[in-house]
Structures are given as C-alpha cells and as structure tokens.
C-alpha cells in the first residue's frame, strides 16, 4: 500500500461540488483509500489567464494502485466530470484537475508520469493545502520540507481558506 496526495481543482462551474464529487469518486474507487483531506481553498490561477479562481484542496490517499494505475483512475475521473483536453497545449478553464503531488516518496519520470509532480514546489496552492496535512514531509529530490518549501516561495499566487477571500 502506497502513501499519495492529489491536488484536485476546479474553476469551471460549480467549483466546490466537483472538488467534491472528485473526492467521492476516488473514494468509491476499489484501490483507493480516502484518509483526509485538506480544507478547501480559493486560489488565484496559477500561468494561466483566466478571470476565475480555482476551489483547491489536496486529497491524502492509500492505494494498492500503482502511480500509473492511480494517474489513469484520475484521468478517468477528469473525464467522468467533463474535463476535456486543452487544444492549444495551454492551460485552461476546467471543471476539474487532478494531479499526483506525491506517491509516498517514489521518484518517477518517463513520458507518462513525473512524480513528485514538477510544479508541486512552486505552487502556493498546492504547498498550502500540503503545509495543513504533512507540514514536515521531506520532498524526494529537492530534499525539503514542505513548510521550507512554502518558505522559499518568491511570489506565490493568493491563497485564501475558501469563503475568506473578499472582493473589492
């Protein structure tokens, strides 16, 4: 049984419900595990132009699954929910994301699948949602905490706890 956390995120539609209904389906899953999951966050998009903010939250997981069982069961899922594939190579509006932050502290890479997933540490909203579940997990390649992690970040996106964020 392996350890994961996902990052799931949705800034199309009902944002709060298919962060939800993600949560649901992997929990329904026959291999997968819920364990907790991480408060849900309002996040400004992240390399992309999109007026909408993202609900985020981080999902920890134990699964029988290997990674790349794991990374088609959250892309069956995306799909489930009306995710479809950007067609410009950018990022996107989508109903719904899921990505594999970290399976337990494998090190992953060939052309299908990279784990610890490449962005995971210059990303506010995946190490905030990170720094409320596992403050002291130890990255695999970079060697450090997700609290350093979150520390070094140099211009994080905004990061609010979901219903916190006022509008001017």
């Known amino acids: 049984m392996a350890i994961g956390y996902l990052s799931l995120g949705s800034n199309k539609g009902d944002r709060i419900g298919y962060v939800q209904q993600a949560t649901s389906l992997l929990g329904a899953c026959e291999n997968i595990s819920i364990i907790r999951t991480s408060a849900f966050y309002e996040t400004e998009p992240w390399n992309m ?7 985020n939250a981080v999902v920890e997981i134990k699964t029988k699954l290997s990674a790349k069982e794991l990374l088609a069961e959250c892309k069956r899922i995306e799909n489930q929910l009306g995710r479809t594939a950007s067609k410009s190579g950018n990022y996107e509006d989508r109903t719904i994301d899921i990505d594999i ?5 494998e090190i992953i890479q060939d052309d ?7 962005y995971v540490h210059l990303r506010a909203f995946t190490l905030v949602p990170l720094l ?13 905490s997700i609290t350093d992690l979150h520390s070094d970040l140099e211009n994080p996106e ?3 706890l979901y219903g916190t ?3 001017i």
């Open 165 to 167: 964020r006022v509008e």
């Open 158 to 160: 905004m990061v609010f």
């Open 112 to 118: 299908e699948i990279t784990i610890p997933h490449k």
């Open 49 to 55: 132009a999109s007026d909408t903010w993202f609900v």
């Open 101 to 105: 932050l970290f399976y337990g502290s």
């Open 132 to 144: 409320e579940l596992i403050p002291d997990f130890i990255h695999p390649v970079l060697h450090k």
